[in-house]
């Protein structure tokens, strides 16, 4: 394989959570009073940290979300992991392999230590990743689009960027991966290649993605 760390996005990547927090999301803003479909919070905020939400309610309403904005949402969307979260079709096998041929990998995500372990246990892939192999953008100072947390990662991990390969499924985070100076790859299950400009090469399905590695 030519890359020395596989660094994973972890929501629409390894969980399947992006409809059911975007959904809550969205249904969280309009009963605010922001009224936000779907279709608005994938295109806003798939990918982001919360602080995005925050920021961009601030500047195009000028009021502050409630203070406890961020516990009640990630209360809701934990309640709704339990019930619904399910892993990508295809990552057991992904992991797998990497593990087969001795290739590290990590998930570098915008969600919280606390929202990524929640969602693993859930769908049983804590087996899959040590603690220290998880980085959160609560690792560091600015989440997606920057690159601090893949430069993070990659520097926690022992790996230089150009060796790095990235897999992600957002613009923010493809936009991350190619200012941190890594290849990237973007996973269009959710959205079309077209979004992911600038993107390394696609794939609609995890079983192509190893394909793509080698």
Known sequence: MRYDLIIFDNDGVLVDSEPISNNILAGYLTELGHPTSYDDSLRD???????????????????Q????????????????????LTPVAGVAEVLGKLVADGVPYCVASSGTHERIRVGQMVTGLDEWFEDSWIFSAQDVGRGKPAPDLFLYAAEQMGVPADRCAVV???????AAAKAAGMDVYGFTAMTPAERLTGATGFFSDLGELRGLLV
Do not use: C, K, Q
């Open 45 to 63: 905020y798939m990918g982001a940290a919360v602080h995005r939400v925050h920021d961009l309610v601030l500047e195009r309403t000028g009021r």
């Open 168 to 174: 992600e499924d957002s613009p923010l985070g493809v």
């Open 65 to 84: 979300l409630p203070e406890n904005f961020d516990e009640t949402l990630h209360a809701r969307i934990f309640a709704a992991f339990e019930r619904e």
